[in-house]
């Protein structure tokens, strides 16, 4: 137990913090704005917010909340400690969606709050994912979470939303648990509390936006996912009337563009009446709602799933491609990609003129430099996507992987604030560590070269897109990366720099040193960013006048069917 002193309280004050992750020089990656919000925040927030409404902790208890998601807000450590002294010691800090790579910086935060005196909670996938995979291979608990509970840091493992009232009373009572382990009872979804962003918070994302599950689980048995292990196979679903309840409370904070964070929502079996019920909504209230949505490769083969995802409002698809060579697909147990439907499948988004982002994973065992660069060739000149992310093979605590790996007492980084999927964590049979690297900034370099930039801009006015839209992009995401050196999913605008958030055991430098050098960083990054821009912008001009004119026709091998246009092409 962390404490029994029994407390009589009228006020809980609660803290929801999503951690951000160190970048190589140890500074915490921060923004002015973010890109991508987190849905386990929104998720704990919104359940904090149902248990105040319903009162929990009796009905002259107020349960008071802040929400703070660290890749666009300095945590003030030291305010929320004076905050919960104040009440009495009455108050909880939940560090909530902890990922592997975000532990250290979540592990730093809850110790300077245990040193305060003050109850904390981690959550998320790495603890779910490590009690997943690794709970009945010896030591019981990775080493990690064993000194988390050192410092009497309760771990939370599973899903929230059937158990985070009993949480929260435990903790009222001083009472908390070392570990809570809810992995065995993943809660049916429908009817569920929504998650929910305040317009404060989601002010400090660009653009503004809201975030959702309609489902969570995923029936396919990727060998390097978390998902099937932390959210398992079965799905579990919202129905469309839950949707329509969140887009219509959100309208008046402003909230038009959503993240749906499914992991494959094309496998939501509401998915139809879903799409139907936003079209209609839409309709009715004359509101451009946006959304992006994550399916997988075989989505196009539902019949109107592409035409309804289009009618809804969806504008961008994530797909994970994952790689174009069959054997990798064959070891990375990713049976459902197939080779010869991926340019069906992207001619049918290009046709309903939706932006299609795919993920592409580098370091299967038979990948060499110089082959994944010949795929990627491949890729530019037969797939029609645009946006293409690049991601090292990164065996994560939580995926068949890691646990195979960790069994065989194989080479893992120790280090988890590297497991961000931009970093290589362990050998290659065929790669070294530096080659692997290498190729992965050589991937990036590849695929958004003014050449092939001119290319996507071209197809997308072919496919009556504007080409505009294709520059913007490649700058927020290959931009981010080359300039930033930071992976675009955990980008935004403008780059903070605390001083004073280092990792520990690393200097905090003085004033004097910090800020000059922060400077010149500065200087460097967004001059190399405003000279690249500059360049895109001078092709997209001589693109767009070229578009512009009557007989303007662009064709190329990407584009040419491969047995006919698809069934979405009509609709």
Known sequence: MQNTKPTAATRFQVELIKPSHYDDDGYVIQWV???????????????????????????????????????????????????????GGHGLVCLVGVQSNQFPRALDLARRFRQGGVQVVIGGFHVSGALAMLSDLPPDLPPELR???????????????????DLLRAAYAHRLEPLYNFMSQLPDLQGQTM???????????????????????????CSFCTIINVQGRKSRFRDPDDIERLLRANLDAG??????TDDNFARNRNWEAIFDRIAAVRRELGVKFNFTIQVDTMCHTLPGFVAKAR????????LGLENVNPANLKSANKKQNKIANYRTMLLAWQYQRITTYCGYILGFPDDTPEGILADIETIKRELPLDILEFFCLTPLPGSVDHQTIHAQHGPL?????????????????????????????????????????????????????NPKRIMEIALEFYGCFKFERVHPLQGGFLRRKVRTERR??????????FYPRRVREVWTTYSGLIAYAWQVWRLYQRVKKDTERPDYRYFDQAMEPVTGPPEAAGG
């Open 504 to 513: 520990p055991g690393l200097p905090i430098e003085r004033p004097w040193v």
């Open 195 to 221: 998650p929910y962003l305040p317009p404060e918070v989601a002010r400090r994302y660009a653009p503004m936006p809201g975030t959702f599950d309609a489902g969570r689980g995923c029936p396919f048995l």
């Open 33 to 87: 704005k973010a890109w991508i919000p987190s849905n386990s925040l929104a998720t704990l927030c919104g359940l904090t917010r149902h248990a105040n409404a319903t009162r929990v902790l009796g009905p002259a208890v107020e349960i008071a909340n802040a929400v703070y998601d660290e890749t666009n807000t300095v945590v003030p450590v030291a305010r929320i400690i004076r905050r919960i002294r104040r009440n």
């Open 413 to 465: 980084d120790p280090d988890l604030n590297i497991y961000d999927l931009e970093h290589v964590c362990t050998t290659h049979p065929r790669m070294t560590k530096a080659q692997w690297q290498g190729v992965y900034r050589a991937a990036w370099d590849s695929y958004y070269s003014l050449a092939h930039l001119e290319t996507l801009m071209r197809r997308a006015a072919a496919f009556d897109r």
């Open 255 to 260: 909230i038009r563009h959503y993240f749906i």
């Open 147 to 165: 000194e988390a509970q050192a410092l009497g840091i309760t771990l939370f493992a599973g899903e929230a939303e059937e158990h985070f009232a």
């Open 311 to 318: 009618a809804a409002g969806v504008s961008r698809v994530f």
